[in-house]
């Protein structure tokens, strides 16, 4: 993982600062509980496939152009992240109080929507960077057409919560619309930065969709087996909310009728911290993680086999999108 | 009023068939509640905005140009009036319950979301109705202006609430960044549309500025001595929630500080009816009714002759303009 962990340091510090200059105005308090999430840390796993993907296909000047974009990328997944937790309730996330709580429902809807608003301004800045109009234009569109994903997505997660009868395929379709589709405009926005044409654009496309599904995949398996202390979220989260998940989904299919209705009674609000342990030991018994796991792998080869296949021109970061579709996956935190 | 009102006529069917033509997908409940306020009417002022200056500046082939860009301007002002709902805690809007009320919180905030992002699909669509890629992007980069501006205005409005010592300078700082902002975008996306040059865009925006902050102002006196059974809205709604509009900012200032304690302990969401109707004659006979109707009555005629001295290639949509910025501070509703 050394290219990786190199680029992404590297990254990490320049999208930071670049964010830290370009997120300011009045009222303070605005701008402030637009920062909270963002200052509080995170992967930067979005900006890094942008800029990565535009490295390897255009080298250093693709990847200056694609900064703006990067940073976009990033305050976009940032405001979904302010308004999930208001959807979701939670009140912890990267180990601070989520916005709702330290300013309160009203003002964390309006820093989400600022949020939303500066992805669009810095994106639109990328037309002053070196990028053409009409590629500019274009990465305007399709950052919109991935917003729209990402709230169908995120509306059909919600919908979920109060079904049983939730097909493996419609819960990948969700996974890709809530959380692969961010991913893959990434890759995307990195492709167009450096130039490239519509099949490499569809290709890196498509290798973000994959290590998006895959790491949401992987999200999953660590809210049921992964260890709290390394995660830093609450032990069985997921089962308490009754998400439906790719482990939980697969054993369940598997149960009888009446192990259906015990494992219903395991899971949700009112459950046990034994009860929802229960439940997760049935969803390992009956080939939930593995099966997923197996999937996630899946998914990550073939993410792995479409960067081989790339003329880099550059292998580092061509090495550490490698490295980074087995991370997504291997990680355990 | 005859032109604006035919205009406004047209204009209106003609946006709401594009809109529910455009505003599709699934999860249908989403869409359902994301269409739920547009489909409850509203005066449609922005994109009437919108088309009648790219009109009124291009003639008919400009105002053609122009309908995406007027359909995504009245996406976002009922983006913008969900989620300050949601803020406001308001149960009806357009005589129907607003859209948290009948879908929860959650549901409203992304509902809110998908509509933001539409106004920006809707609009990069400009780009396939003959708007050159440079101008398509100018638009995406104003609205997106527009958007930080209402943020922070919408901001600084929560932020007064609170507060007493609010000077009239900051209230119309907060009231061009909240209401006029949006309508400024409209006019100068409807001069870009027509291809006007810079200073053309320029005084449009000047004139929907004027507008806009003359529109609030009448909303702001309409709230304390508005009829209720014409208005549609509910009685002394801004005094409850101890809003501070124009005419209460400016009696405020003419009273003692004896006076200014009674005051405060009129409004409010304790006082009764009785209370709130005192207060509300405080304001009349303070002044607070007449010199904010005089500010808004000055505002409109700038507003006119900024019209007048327009070179029109199209009549009619110039009188539509004239007429309107007279309509908004006379209107009763």
């Given at each position: 993982m050394e290219h990786l962990t190199r680029l992404s340091k590297r990254y990490s510090m320049l999208i930071d600062e670049y964010l830290r200059e370009k997120l300011r105005g009045e009222p303070e308090v605005l701008y402030e509980a637009s920062l909270h999430i963002i200052k509080a840390g995170g992967k930067r796993l979005r900006p890094l496939l942008v800029l990565a993907t535009a490295r390897m296909l255009g080298g250093v000047e693709a990847e200056a152009r694609a900064l703006p974009l990067a940073a976009a990328v990033e305050v976009l997944h940032n405001?979904?992240?302010?308004?999930?937790d208001i959807m979701d309730q939670d009140d912890f996330r990267r180990g601070v109080p989520t916005v709702h709580k330290v300013w309160g429902v009203p003002m964390a809807i309006l820093a989400g929507d600022l949020l939303f608003a500066y992805a669009y301004k810095l994106a639109g800045e990328a037309a002053d960077s070196g990028l053409p109009h009409a590629e500019a234009l274009r990465a305007l569109r399709e950052m919109t057409e991935a917003i729209v994903r990402i709230s169908e997505g995120q509306a059909m997660d919600m919908?979920?919560?109060?079904?049983?009868?939730?097909?493996?395929?419609?819960?990948?379709?969700?996974?890709?619309?809530?959380?692969g589709s961010l991913i893959e405009l990434s890759t995307r926005l990195g492709a167009i930065s450096a130039g490239a044409g519509n099949e490499v654009v569809s290709l890196m496309?498509?290798?973000?969709?994959?290590?998006?599904?895959?790491?949401q995949i992987k999200d999953d398996i660590l809210g049921?087996?992964?260890?709290?202390?390394?995660?830093?979220?609450?032990?069985?989260?997921?089962?308490?909310?009754?998400?439906?998940?790719?482990?939980l989904l697969y054993a369940y299919s598997k149960?009888?009728?009446?192990?259906?209705?015990?494992?219903?009674?395991?899971?949700?609000?009112?459950?046990?911290?034994?009860?929802?342990?229960?439940?997760?030991?049935?969803?390992?018994?009956?080939?939930?993680?593995?099966?997923?796991l197996g999937l996630a792998r899946e998914l990550s080869e073939r993410a792995v086999e479409i960067v081989k296949s790339m003329e880099p021109a550059d292998v580092e970061a061509k090495k550490a999108l490698e490295e980074l579709a087995v991370y997504v996956v291997e990680r355990e935190k």
């Open positions: 405001f979904t992240l302010i308004h999930d919908l979920m919560e109060a079904k049983w009868d939730v097909g493996i395929h419609d819960y990948l379709k969700m996974v890709y619309l809530k959380t496309g498509e290798y973000g969709k994959l290590v998006g599904v895959a790491f049921i087996i992964g260890d709290p202390r390394v995660t830093g979220k609450p032990v069985y989260n997921d089962l308490r909310r009754a998400k439906k998940t790719l482990p149960l009888s009728e009446e192990e259906k209705r015990e494992f219903r009674s395991l899971i949700g609000g009112e459950a046990t911290e034994e009860e929802l342990s229960r439940a997760a030991k049935i969803i390992e018994e009956r080939g939930g993680i593995s099966y997923s």
